[in-house]
T-cell receptor
Framework: QQQVKQSPQSLIVQKGGIPIINCAYE??????FPWYQQFPGKGPALLIA?????SEKKEGRFTISFNKSAKQFSLHIMDSQPGDSATYFCAASIQTSGSRLTFGEGTQLTVNP | DGGITQSPKYLFRKEGQNVTLSCEQN?????MYWYRQDPGQGLRLIYY???????QKGDIAEGYSVSREKKESFPLTVTSAQKNPTAFYLC???????????????FGSGTQLSVL
């Protein structure tokens, strides 16, 4: 069964901290790993994505770290701000076969001022 | 502005009633999707359509139905057979790029459905 497990379910940090959200997957055929950010009452939006041929990808304050052997990937938010408070979803798919995204359970992040 | 419009934002269903959630997009995307969001369960795929007049069941299609008569529209009907319909429903669309049909999903703002 294609599953993506995400942790923690919720996370509270102070402004300037570096929250880390982790995801683990089972299917070694997954080849596309995006992260989506969702603000309350809104739909998710693509934040950053990685493919397994690289171990890290940075976009601004957001970094994905990817460990292919451990079948894990994580999102790091540098210098976190209260405006980063949102729910974050990891996901995975097999792009080469056009499969649908499998989402993790989500992490509710709160960044206190 | 290009985007996905979902309506209504809030919807209430009575016992035994069918309700239809609207999803319209002006992004000229071929693929459209319906997801259900419950607290602590992530996003679960209900139905998806890669082209007009064609759609496939997702992981939790029981109790739901869809149609895709126009490229721009993908309405979802929550039937009386869906015994636990209270959830946040999200519509999304994407551009198929070769075989990569979900390179980037664009989501609407969702509809919160509650049972009276």
């Amino acid at each position: 069964q294609q599953q993506v497990k995400q942790s923690p379910q919720s996370l509270i940090v102070q402004k300037g901290g570096i929250p880390i959200i982790n995801c683990a997957y089972e299917n070694t055929a997954f080849d596309y790993f995006p992260w989506y950010q969702q603000f309350p009452g809104k739909g998710p939006a693509l934040l950053i994505a990685i493919r397994p041929d690289v171990s890290e990808k940075k976009e601004g304050r957001f970094t994905i770290s990817f460990n292919k052997s451990a079948k894990q990937f994580s999102l790091h938010i540098m210098d976190s701000q209260p405006g980063d408070s949102a729910t974050y979803f990891c996901a995975a798919s097999i792009q080469t076969s056009g499969s649908r995204l499998t989402f993790g359970e989500g992490t509710q992040l709160t960044v206190n001022p | 502005d290009g985007g996905i419009t979902q309506s209504p934002k809030y919807l209430f269903r009575k016992e035994g009633q069918n309700v239809t959630l609207s999803c319209e997009q002006n992004l000229n995307h071929d693929a459209m999707y319906w997801y259900r969001q419950d607290p602590g369960q992530g996003l679960r795929l209900i139905y998806y359509s890669q082209i007009v007049n064609d759609f496939q069941k997702g992981d939790i299609a029981e109790g739901y139905s869809v149609s895709r008569e126009k490229k721009e529209s993908f309405p979802l009907t929550v039937t009386s057979a869906q015994k636990n319909p209270t959830a946040f429903y999200l519509c999304a669309s994407s551009i198929p790029t070769g075989v990569a049909t979900n390179e980037k999903l664009f989501f609407g703002s969702g509809t919160q459905l509650s049972v009276l």
